[in-house]
């Protein structure tokens, strides 16, 4: 590992921060379907998983621009299919006014993979239910609090390859640096993860995902709708994903330590997309449209505002309460006389550990 007088050299001020878009797909009822299909239940996931996977990855293909699209598959979970994208950006504003840089590209993503979604349900004849989630890269130092941190291990079993990096965030740097964050090289050596509180809460907030209800994070609800106040020509996807998009209330996350950072609900978006055989009528559901406004500028206006204010809120209660559990910390370890000069040094009383 390179050092620099004894101590090792910090890779992340060599490149710039990163943000991920993370987008889910599973089949509606799959469970149900091998219980009632025995022989026939295999050939209809691993159908879905070729047809689905063609129409997003081959749109290079297809699409006619010179636009590389750069999806990832991320995992494969079950009867589940799970891709990200990463962009890069200068660095992550407390404000979250880096999201605004990128909003353009993420509106695309977000768009094909809800149209792979459309068209894979209906030349399969099966329902979807789709997620989708950004995340900011934490980088620690004085910048705010992100929501995950790159995890990679090799793809091989050679001991000469393996290294002996502790922490395993200094690894991943270290990974990031020599392959220039080129995610498609370090997939071919790494088994690629995103491990924070931002990921898990991602998940949880897929839970609420239905058929036709496309799930999204406040942050990309936030994310998408930037597109539409940045310079250049408003695209068809940017304006499809407003019109679509609805508020469906204030949910608990499960494991999210939502009460002890005073948070007792997320606010969850969705876009309404036609993903099943089912038919979308929002008058017969339950939840509550943020479709009032008569205008799609109004609308958005409403949505930036309520999905800022939360994740503004998320990430200072998150950063209050990791400083109370580091100061409780160095109390605990304080010596009986009081000298917590020596203490005050130690790794452990590091923020960023938490």
């Known amino acids: 590992m390179d050092t620099i007088d004894g101590q090792p050299r910090d890779y992340t001020s060599n490149r710039n921060p990163l943000v991920v878009l993370v987008c889910g797909v599973d089949i509606v009822g799959s469970t149900r379907n091998k219980m009632d299909n025995p022989n026939g239940w295999y050939f209809d996931v691993t159908e879905f998983f070729d047809v689905f996977d063609q129409k997003l990855r081959n749109k290079d293909k297809r699409d006619g621009d010179e636009i590389q699209n750069g999806w990832n598959l991320w995992r494969l979970v079950g009867d589940e299919l799970l891709y990200y994208r990463v962009f890069e950006v200068k660095k992550i504003s407390p404000d979250y006014s880096h999201l605004k840089s990128i909003s353009k590209d993420v509106s695309r993503y977000v768009y094909e993979f809800t149209e792979s ?117 408003v695209e068809k996807e940017e304006l499809e994903l407003i019109k679509k998009m609805h508020y469906l209330g204030f949910y608990p996350l499960k494991g999210c330590g939502n009460e002890e950072m005073g948070i007792y609900g997320f606010p969850i978006y969705f876009l309404l997309i036609k993903s099943g055989r089912g038919e979308i009528n929002p008058k017969d559901r339950d939840w509550r449209r943020m479709i009032s406004p008569k205008t799609v500028k109004n609308k958005k206006k409403l949505i930036i505002k309520s999905a800022k204010k939360f994740i503004e809120e998320e990430r200072l209660a998150y950063e209050e309460l990791t400083e109370k559990k580091c100061k409780e910390q160095q109390r605990l370890l304080k010596p009986p006389d009081g000298d917590a000069k020596d203490v005050d040094n130690m790794d452990i009383l590091n923020i960023e550990q938490y």
């Open 117 to 233: 979604i459309k068209l894979t349900a209906e030349s399969q004849s099966i329902d979807l239910r789709g997620y989708s989630f950004i995340l900011d890269e934490h980088q620690g130092g004085n910048g705010p609090a992100g929501d995950f941190q790159f995890h990679f291990m090799h793809r091989d079993n050679d001991d000469s390859k393996l290294c002996d990096y502790s922490p395993s965030s200094e690894f991943a740097d270290w990974v990031l640096y020599e392959y220039k964050a080129d995610m498609y090289h370090i997939k071919k050596n790494f088994f690629v993860d995103f491990v924070g509180r931002g990921v898990d809460q991602g998940f949880r907030l897929s839970e609420y995902s239905r058929l036709n209800q496309f799930v999204i994070s406040p942050k990309l609800a936030y994310c998408l709708c930037e597109s539409l106040s940045s310079k250049g020509q």
